[in-house]
């Protein structure tokens, strides 16, 4: 029988701050099977730091599977552990964030209403709260917004790399490799970007949060340092961004 989602939440250098991450997961995912869901729980260990390791192999969470790479490169780790995934949808997590304990099955509702009507579509939570090395509260827009418009893809990311998805979706737009050192880098920003082009829908589900830990250094800071942007895409064409998203 296929599993409805499969959770992944990537770990690499994190070790006490993981303590919050795994019981915000755990929640969702309890409340994500009272709701009738099956669910797949994989912790990724990229080149995880061996303090990293030795917190992940703790037996509080023995009832995670624990997956180890050595990509170096959370799209490619990304990439690689799908396969191995038995959900219809995949959501992801990083191991130092945390999300709100209806997103899971409140997300899984939106996708599945969406397919019924015949969407292709990808999910967002609706509030961004950024904590720790900075403050601030960002509302994401779905792509039917009035709100929304393609020219904004011109100076950052309208969403976040968590999101949930069918894996299709991510078995038809793989995640690129970061080259930080030559200035490319938000593969994240560069899927939203691919799958908009594609056709696929971004929805924002109401009352869903994501809690963004934003450390002193991360490869988001890393990539702002050194002014990395995301690769030339024909879909940002000057005659073609404005047919991205729905109904364009």
């Not at 990293?52 to 690689?80: C, I, K, M, S």
């Not at 971004?202 to 990539?223: A, G, M, N, Q, W």
């Amino acid at each position: 029988m296929t599993t409805d989602l499969t959770l992944i939440v990537t770990a690499h250098d994190e070790t006490a701050v993981c303590g919050p991450t795994m019981r915000s997961a755990d929640l969702a995912v309890a409340a994500a099977r009272a709701a009738g869901l099956t669910v797949q729980t994989v912790i990724g260990l990229d080149r995880a730091t061996d303090a990293t390791t030795a917190y992940v192999r703790q037996p509080r969470f023995d009832h995670w599977e624990r997956w180890e790479y050595d990509e170096g490169d959370l799209g490619r780790v990304r990439n690689a552990m799908l396969p191995r995934t038995d959900g219809r949808l995949i959501a992801f997590l990083d191991a130092d964030d945390l999300f709100s304990e209806n997103w899971l099955a409140e997300a899984v509702v939106a996708l599945d209403a969406a397919a019924e009507r015949g969407e292709r579509a990808i999910a967002h939570p609706e509030l961004n709260m950024v904590f720790d090395g900075t403050r601030s509260v960002l509302v994401n827009i779905p792509d039917d917004s009035p709100l929304f418009t393609p020219h904004y893809l011109y100076v950052r990311h309208c969403y976040d790399s968590l999101c949930m998805a069918p894996r299709e979706a991510h078995l038809e737009i793989p995640y690129v490799s970061r080259d930080v050192p030559n200035g490319l880098s938000y593969q994240d920003f560069q899927f939203t970007i691919e799958t908009l082009d594609a056709g696929w829908r971004h929805l924002v589900v109401p009352d869903t949060i994501i809690f963004k830990r934003r450390r002193d250094y991360s490869l988001v800071t890393e990539s702002n340092t050194r002014k990395s942007v995301v690769r030339s895409l024909p879909a940002m064409a000057i005659d073609r961004v404005r047919t991205l998203g729905a109904g364009r």
